[in-house]
Each structure stands twice: as C-alpha cells, then as structure tokens.
C-alpha cells in the first residue's frame, strides 16, 4: 500500500469517511446521504479512493499511484537530508555515541555498500 495512503487511513480513525472503504460498510440510503451531506458541508473529512479521484480530476488511477508514489519517495529524501543534516550538526563526541548505539556494524556494511 501506498505510504500516503496509510497515514490518510489512519485519518478516519478521527471521524473521516474513506472513499476506499465505503462500499464495504452496508450503509443504509439514509446513513449515504447523511455522510454526503457531512463531506460536501465540510463536516466530516471525505478522503477519496485512487479511483474515485482519478475520475473526479478526469485522469487514470495509475498517474495518481504513480504521483503518490513519488511524492513518498521525495518525502523519504527529505527526512534522510534532514537526518543527515542533524548528524553533520553534531559534535564529535555525540557523533561517536550515536554509531556507538546503532553498531560499528551496521557503518561498516553501509560503507561497503556505498562503495561498492
């Protein structure tokens, strides 16, 4: 599953009407037009399928699997910029601490792996 798509999951958790799951949840006519009112009101967050917005913004499911592929991919660039940037910050003591903690190991097979 996509790793956007998990963390807007874990949104309906706080109240949201998942477009993915909402064919699975036998709703009664009155419950559907009940949690359409709320979402086109903006009382309940309303989180679209891939498909469903796919359709809405007149393209296919594969371009938005594939946009959401790589915004996910640009936001793991960024943490491990961000993390890199930290440990570059760091004083040489903590430096040392901090691969003291992870393992000279796992250095080690990173460094072999790099220079491969």
Do not use: H
């Not at 949201?16 to 064919?23: Q, V």
């Amino acid at each position: 599953m996509n790793a956007l798509l998990q963390k807007a999951s874990e949104v309906n958790k706080n109240g949201a009407i998942n477009g993915r799951s909402l064919s699975y949840c036998n709703l009664s006519e009155q419950e559907r037009v009940q949690g359409a009112a709320d979402a086109v009101t903006g009382v309940r967050r309303f989180i679209p399928s891939i498909r469903q917005a796919a359709e809405d913004f007149k393209t296919t499911p594969a371009k938005v699997s594939a946009e959401l592929d790589r915004r996910a991919a640009q936001q793991r660039t960024e943490q491990v910029r961000g993390i890199a940037q930290a440990i570059r910050c760091l004083p040489d003591k903590f430096r040392d601490a901090v691969i003291d903690q992870a393992g000279v190991g796992i250095v080690w097979e990173s460094l072999d792996r790099l220079t491969r």
